[in-house]
Each structure stands twice: as C-alpha cells, then as structure tokens.
C-alpha cells in the first residue's frame, strides 16, 4: 500500500470543485480542521481564506492562480485518468474521518461516481455532505447510530447485499438488496438507536443533514 499523502488523527475536510455554501465549509472545519482539496477544490478554499494542507488530483480543474499560491511541496498531482480526484485523494488520506463537500453537484455521472468511491474506499471513514443529506458507505458488520424516531432513513446498494436490522419501521431482515433489484430507500427510524448487521460491503447509507454528527460517531467506530 502506498504511503498516504495526508495523515491526521481527527477530522479532514475533503473539498471538491463544486458548488459550496460558506456555512457549510465553515460548519465541516470546525468539525474536521484539516483542509484538503481535491483538484479544483483548491480555489474553493482559497476563495475562503483557507490555505489547504494538500491538494490532490489530476490537476486539471486547479487554476494557474491557486498553483502559484499554494506551495508546491502541498501539491500532489496524479496524472492517471482511470480514477476521479475524489477517489484519488479518498484513498490519500488517513484520518478519523473525513467530510467531503462540493462533490454532490447537479449532475447525475459526478453523485453516481462519487458513491461509487465511496464504497470501493469503504475502509475509509467518510461522508459526503449533500444539500439536504449525508452519505457514507457502510461497512459489514455492526453498525450502530443514535437517532431520532421518525427521522428518514435509506440504504441503496451498489452491490449484493443482505443483512438484518433492529431500530427501522421496515427491517432489512430476509431480503436480497442490489442495484438492478430490491432496495431500501425511504425507509424509518423506529427507536431511539438503528443497528445494522450486513454480509459483505457495498451498501451506501443516507441521512438527513440534522444527523451529521451522529454519522460522524458511527464512521469513527469502522
């Protein structure tokens, strides 16, 4: 395994090249302080104000304004094209987690690609920050998350899945999910804690923004 690009033992905040609000990056540095930019990312933070830790990428977005700014020993380009910025730097970091912002855009191939990253670095602890939800892969295995009776919750599958759970008004328990067929989106919170109990990796979890830090506690404990 190559040597990761960023470590830091709390949280990172990941930046893509899209969209971002400036209470949503404020909101996710205090949370995570260690600013990191994926490619294009990097003008968004220095637009800002944030000088970023790394910027990670093929380096075809970043402007010829931000590479002068930044120092180039912060500057880490991957000239491969067989993978997006997300993924590369996805897979450059370790830390206790990371949030990602200005990767869920308008367009349908970006969020599609993003949540694929997400489940093939399913070992990583992160969670990408959409306009109204967050989404993070999770992992076999035990997961608990404290939440609200009530609050929405979904899962859809990028790959054969199956498993059971306790704390949902329908529970996953005797069905086969996968993305051509049985899925598991607008589902409910039914008590105060949801464990979940999967076979293998490959399922995405979707929560309401409210519930960041409760998706927070539940990535550090992978």
């Known amino acids: ?39 294009g990312g990097a003008d968004r933070l220095l637009a800002a104000g944030v000088m970023p830790e790394a910027v990670i990428g093929d380096f075809d977005s970043i402007s010829a304004a931000a590479l002068v700014a930044i120092p180039a020993a912060r500057l880490h380009p991957m000239a491969e094209q067989d993978t997006t910025d997300f993924d590369k730097a996805l897979r ?87 993305p051509d067929g049985f899925i598991a989106t607008s589902n409910r919170v039914s008590a105060p804690e949801v464990r979940l109990w999967l076979d293998g990796p490959g399922m995405v979890a979707i929560l309401p923004r409210r519930r960041l830090r409760a998706a927070i506690t539940a990535v550090r404990s992978f």
């Open 1 to 39: 395994m190559n040597q990761p690009i960023v470590q830091y033992p709390e949280g990172v905040t990941l930046v893509g090249g899209g969209p971002i609000l400036p209470r949503d990056l404020a909101r996710a540095l205090r949370l995570a302080p260690c600013p990191v930019a994926a490619d």
């Open 92 to 178: 450059s970091v370790r830390a206790g987690f990371i949030l990602a912002l200005g990767f869920s855009g308008a367009r349908a191939d970006h969020g599609l690609a993003v949540m694929n990253s997400l489940v093939r670095q399913s070992g990583r602890p992160c969670i990408v920050l959409g306009e109204r939800d967050v989404s993070f892969a999770v992992p076999p295995g035990p997961l608990r998350l404290a939440l609200r009776p009530g609050d929405p919750f979904s899962l859809f599958p990028f790959a054969r899945v199956t498993g059971r759970s306790e704390g949902l008004e329908w529970p996953l328990d005797g069905h086969v999910f996968a």
